[in-house]
C-alpha cells in the first residue's frame, strides 16, 4: 500500500518520537509532522532540529487532522493517552505507539477504540541511553529491527500502514503477538538493565571496603553497565508494565549464574571452561550475524 500520509502527530518528541518525525520528513513519509508535547522550549528545539513542522500543547488540535498519531511517551503514560485522543481522532485515524512493554500497552488501547479509529501496537528496537530530541536523528531507525504486535482486535489496513511507514524509515520488521514481545524483551533488555543497575551498586558497595574499585574500573565493567545511564523514569515504567515475565527472566538467570559460581567453587576448570566455551560460541554467533544490521536498542 502507499505508505505516504497527508499528517502525522507525535506526541513526545524526544529521541525516538524526533527521529520518528525526522524520518518521515527526510524520506518525504508525511506531508506535515506536528509535533505534541506541554513544554513549548522542547517542542520548539525539535522544530529547529527538523523533526516536526510545526507544533502545539494543544492535544486536540494537534490530532484532528491527523492521519497517524504516533505516541512516544514513557510507556506508563500511554494508555491515558490513548483515551484522551480516541474521542477527537477523525475517521480512518490509526493510532500507533513506540513503547518497550506491549502487552498492558495493547490490551488498554483495543478497549479504548471506536469505530474507524484503530491501534496498532509497535516497538522500535533502536536507542541508546542517551536522551531527548538532541540525540534524535533521522537514520535511527535504519536496519533496527522494529516490532508490530496486532492482536484480534487489530485492524488489517491499520497493521499494513504501519508496517509500511516502519519499512519505509528503514526498519526491518518483526510481527510477534504482545505476551511473546515481552516474554523476549524481558531477556534482552528490560532484564540487563536491572543486572547493570544491580552491578554498579555492587562496585559502590565494595567501595566501602576497597576504596580503590572505582580506580579499576575499565572496559568490560562500562560495557556491562552503560545502560544502568539510562532515564529513571522511562525503565521505571518499562519494568513496572512487565513485571511477570522480567520475574520469570530473572529465576531463569539466577539458576544459570548459580551454575557457574558452582563451577568455580567447585575448581572444575574443564567444565567451567565447557560452560563460558557455549555461552561464548552463541555470542560470536550472534555477533556477526547483526555487525551490520541493526543500532543498539531498548
Not at 155 to 171: M, N, Q, R
Not at 229 to 255: H, K, L, Y
Amino acid at each position: 500500500m502507499n505508505s505516504r500520509i497527508d499528517c502525522a502527530a507525535i506526541i513526545g518528541v524526544g529521541l525516538i518520537g524526533g527521529s520518528f518525525g525526522m524520518a518521515l520528513r527526510k524520506r518525504g513519509l508525511a506531508g506535515r509532522v506536528i509535533g505534541i508535547g506541554r513544554n513549548p522550549e522542547r517542542l520548539q528545539r525539535g522544530a529547529d532540529l527538523g523533526a516536526v513542522d510545526s507544533w502545539t500543547t494543544d492535544l486536540q488540535a494537534g490530532v484532528r487532522d491527523a492521519d497517524l498519531v504516533y505516541i512516544s511517551t514513557p510507556v506508563g503514560m500511554e494508555v491515558e493517552f490513548v483515551r484522551l485522543i480516541v474521542p477527537y481522532a477523525k475517521p480512518g485515524c490509526v493510532i500507533t505507539d513506540a513503547g518497550s512493554t506491549k502487552s498492558e500497552v495493547c490490551r488498554g488501547a483495543d478497549a479504548l477504540m471506536r469505530e474507524g479509529v484503530h491501534f496498532v501496537g509497535g516497538h522500535p528496537m533502536a536507542g541508546s541511553e542517551a536522551a531527548g530530541v538532541e540525540a534524535a536523528k533521522p537514520d535511527l531507525f535504519v536496519n533496527a529491527a522494529y516490532v508490530l504486535t496486532p492482536t484480534e482486535k487489530t485492524d488489517s489496513e491499520a497493521l499494513a500502514l504501519v508496517h509500511s511507514l516502519a519499512e519505509g524509515i528503514g526498519s526491518r520488521i518483526i510481527v510477534m503477538d504482545p505476551e511473546s514481545h515481552d516474554r523476549c524483551a524481558a531477556v534482552i533488555s528490560h532484564l540487563p538493565h536491572l543486572i547493570a543497575a544491580a552491578l554498579v551498586s555492587l562496585a559502590k558497595e565494595q567501595s566501602s571496603r576497597d576504596p580503590q574499585v572505582f580506580d579499576l574500573i575499565a572496559g568490560s565493567f562500562r560495557d556491562m553497565t552503560r545502560v544502568a545511564g539510562s532515564p529513571p523514569v522511562i525503565w521505571r515504567d518499562i519494568c513496572m508494565t512487565n513485571v511477570e515475565a522480567i520475574r520469570e527472566a530473572a529465576e531463569v538467570f539466577q539458576r544459570l549464574l548459580d551454575e557457574g559460581v558452582k563451577l568455580v567453587e567447585a575448581k572444575d576448570g574443564k567444565a567451567f571452561e565447557d560452560w563460558f566455551a557455549s555461552a561464548k560460541a552463541l555470542r560470536d554467533s550472534l555477533v556477526r550475524a547483526s555487525d551490520s544490521e541493526a543500532p543498539d536498542g531498548e
